[in-house]
């Protein structure tokens, strides 16, 4: 198998031996030890091997999409048009509440599909539509589900602490209390939640209320991540950074006390320029000060049906690069490397002996075609665990 230099974290053999799921060895195939001379051999003719992609942010299972509330508003339609229209992400929770754990399954799947062909073998998928027990755990059901009828691994976070509901309007601490924890409770029981997120900003939950639901993951010990700074700076990536979460994720108001918090805490930034594309927003996220505080960055599609219904990684890794100046390398690092980091997987995201033998091999020259391409997929195939 061919990999490239030794820039991009790549290897730069020429050679990798798979034994079942994990990377057995790696080195020239001049040097290749006799006990893996029975391996049958794949000719990748020169081809770049790198990771598989990890897209390590994504609301990639609920109800209905927002189609119509996007053409209401390019034809000039108020905020209160759409939400009076039923608009907005309470159509999505509607939507949700009203489709069987099939249905969800059903509409997931043409846009995991859609990941999985440009080299995807990791996905994170969050509740966070449903807002209710059963909603709940119905979407985390379907998440797992999607893990059995395709070769990809799916990783849950809970995110009940997503939007206050209609039924709750109003009174975010009964939410929380009466129905987003006991949801989780009964999520984690049924093994059904891998980490717990929630949305930290005006339009949702505050850092003390989001405390609150973190406080439970401490203690059913599991790990949290944060959606934080995305359309103000409320604290909330330092605040979870205290609880040692895995990622903070958006961050385009994070100042330089968030920044200092995630190098301090080894949270992981993530970024999710479709959302910032879809908002059209404006205020960029600190990438100088990230880099130069040494946060890892990954980067992530955010697919969701209202602020960023995007579902090409390769495409998120162009704008990353196009909108936020990442490198090429550091766009590709950022749905390898770090996207593993910021789902607490030690087991992939790089090429390294020992580690799940999870490939993509792409017919380009070299790696940063990758990313400077837009809607173009050179993906020739992917090898999830050891199975081309
Ligand atoms: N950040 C967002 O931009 C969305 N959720 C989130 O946590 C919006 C989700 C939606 O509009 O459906
Ligand atoms: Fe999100």
Redesign the pocket.
């Known amino acids: 198998m061919a990999a490239d230099g030794p820039a991009y974290g790549l290897s730069g053999h020429d050679t990798v031996v798979l034994d079942d799921v994990a990377i057995a060895w790696m080195g020239s195939l001049s040097e290749l030890p006799d006990g893996h001379r029975t391996a049958s051999v794949l000719d990748l003719e020169g081809r770049l091997v790198t990771p598989a992609l990890i897209d390590c942010h994504t609301?990639l299972v609920?109800g209905g999409n927002?189609a119509k509330e996007f053409e209401m508003r390019l034809n000039g339609a108020s905020y209160e048009d759409i939400a009076r229209a039923g608009g907005?992400?309470v159509s999505?929770v509607a939507a949700t509440r009203a489709a069987t754990e099939d249905d969800l399954v059903d509409s997931a799947l043409p846009r995991l599909d859609t990941l999985l062909a440009e080299g995807v073998a990791t996905v994170e998928i969050?509740s966070?539509?449903g807002l209710d027990t059963e909603t709940e755990l119905r979407m985390l059901r379907a998440a797992r589900r999607l893990a059995e009828l395709r070769p990809v691994a799916v990783q849950t976070s809970f995110?009940g602490a997503?939007?206050v509901p209609p039924e709750f309007s109003g009174r975010n601490d009964a939410y929380i209390d009466d129905e987003c924890i006991p949801a989780l409770r009964v999520a984690q029981a049924e093994g059904l939640v891998d980490a717990v997120?929630a949305?930290c900003?005006g339009i949702?939950f505050s850092p003390v209320e989001v405390a609150r639901v973190f406080d439970v993951a401490r203690e059913l010990n599991l790990p949290v991540k944060i959606?934080a700074e995305?359309?103000s700076d409320l604290g909330g990536a330092a605040m979870a950074a205290a609880y040692g979460a895995l990622s903070a994720?958006?961050l385009e108001y994070l100042g330089e006390a968030g920044v200092v918090a995630l190098a301090k805490a080894g949270t992981t930034a993530v970024i999710?320029p479709g959302?910032f594309y879809?908002?059209r927003e404006t205020q960029v996220p600190p990438i100088d000060l990230l880099r130069e505080n040494g946060v890892p960055m990954a980067v992530a599609t955010?697919a969701?049906?209202?602020?960023?219904p995007l579902t090409s990684l390769l495409l998120t890794m162009n704008m990353a690069s196009t909108l936020f100046r990442l490198t090429p390398e550091e766009a590709l690092a950022g749905t390898t490397r770090n996207a593993a980091r910021a789902l607490g997987l030690s087991d992939r995201g790089v090429i390294a002996p020992g580690l799940r033998a999870d490939l993509a091999v792409w017919d380009v020259e070299e790696p940063a075609e990758l990313v400077y391409r837009m809607g173009y997929n050179p993906l020739f195939t992917r090898i999830v665990g050891g199975e081309l």
Request: proline share 3%; aromatic share 6%; hydrophobic share 30%.
């Open positions: 609301h609920h927002r907005g992400i999505t969050k966070g539509y995110l997503h939007a997120d949305f900003e949702a959606h995305q359309l994720d958006h999710l959302a879809t908002l955010d969701n049906p209202g602020s960023s």
